[in-house]
C-alpha cells in the first residue's frame, strides 16, 4: 500500500547529539511536511517542502535542519538537541500543497532526550 | 485570539450519548476546515472535511459557522472507540499550511 513512512518509531539521544530522522513516502505527493508535537499541544510545523522549495516557518529553532535530497526522502536533523526536543516527529505529505488536501501522516516518531 | 483554538476537554460521556465540540479560528476569510482524529501515542487521520453546507458520516455530523467563525463536530450514540482526541484543523489562507488546533479529548465510558 502507498503510505508515509518514518524511522525509527522511537528514538532516545543523548543531551547535545546529533540525530537524524527518516521520512519516506511513496505516494509521489508534492509536498512534504515536518511537524513537533508535545503532549497535549497541537502538531506545530517546522518546515515543508514544495518539492524541492525549502520553507521554514518563523519560529522554528535553528538547531532543526531538514533535507530532501529526492521526491521521495526527506530528513529532519536535530543538530544538538535538548531536553525540550523531546516530542513526537510527525512527517506528513500533501499531493500538491494547496491548502484544502488531506494530508496523509506517517507513524511518528517518539524522540526521548536523555 | 489565538488562530484556531479548541476546549481541550476531556469530555467524559456515557456509551450512547451525544456529544459535540467547537473550534473557533481567527480568519474570516478561511477557505477549508477539516477534523482529524488522533489517538494516544498515534498519528493523526482524517476523520471528515467540513463544508459550507454541513455534512454528515454515519453517526458524524460536521457544520460550519461563517458568520461567527466556528466549525462543529458532533458525534452521535457514542462508541467505546469514539474516545480520542478529535483536532481541529483549518486553512487559514491560501496556499498556506494548515494549522491545527490543541484538539479536544473524548473519553467515552461503558
Known amino acids: 500500500d502507498a503510505m508515509v513512512i518514518q524511522n525509527p518509531r522511537y528514538q532516545v539521544t543523548q543531551f547535545g547529539k546529533p540525530v537524524t530522522l527518516s521520512c519516506s513516502q511513496t505516494?509521489?505527493?508534492?509536498?512534504m511536511y515536518w511537524y513537533q508535537q508535545k503532549s497535549s499541544q497541537a502538531p506545530k510545523l517546522l518546515f515543508h517542502?514544495?518539492?524541492?522549495?525549502?520553507?521554514n516557518e518563523a519560529d522554528t529553532p535553528d538547531n532543526f535542519q531538514s533535507r530532501r535530497p529526492n521526491t521521495s526522502f526527506c530528513f529532519l536533523d536535530i543538530r544538538s538537541p535538548g531536553l525540550g526536543d523531546a516530542a513526537m516527529y510527525l512527517c506528513a505529505t500533501s499531493r500538491v500543497g494547496t491548502g484544502n488536501e488531506k494530508l496523509f501522516f506517517g507513524s511518528g516518531t517518539q524522540l526521548s532526550v536523555l | 485570539r489565538k488562530e484556531v483554538e479548541q476546549d481541550p476537554g476531556p469530555f467524559n460521556v456515557p456509551e450512547g450519548a451525544t456529544v459535540a465540540f467547537n473550534c473557533t479560528y481567527s480568519n474570516s476569510a478561511s477557505q477549508s476546515f477539516f477534523w482529524y482524529r488522533q489517538d494516544c501515542r498515534k498519528e493523526p487521520k482524517l476523520l471528515m472535511s467540513?463544508?459550507?453546507s454541513g455534512n454528515e458520516d454515519g453517526r458524524f455530523t460536521a457544520q460550519l459557522n461563517r458568520a461567527s467563525q466556528y466549525i462543529s463536530l458532533l458525534i452521535r450514540d457514542s462508541k467505546l472507540s469514539d474516545s480520542a482526541t478529535y483536532l481541529c484543523?483549518?486553512?487559514?489562507?491560501?496556499?498556506?499550511?494548515?494549522?491545527f488546533g490543541k484538539g479536544t479529548r473524548l473519553s467515552v465510558i461503558a
Open positions: 467540513v463544508y459550507s
Open positions: 505516494l509521489n505527493h508534492n509536498v
Open positions: 484543523v483549518v486553512n487559514l489562507s491560501g496556499n498556506t499550511p494548515l494549522v
Open positions: 517542502y514544495y518539492d524541492k522549495d525549502f520553507n
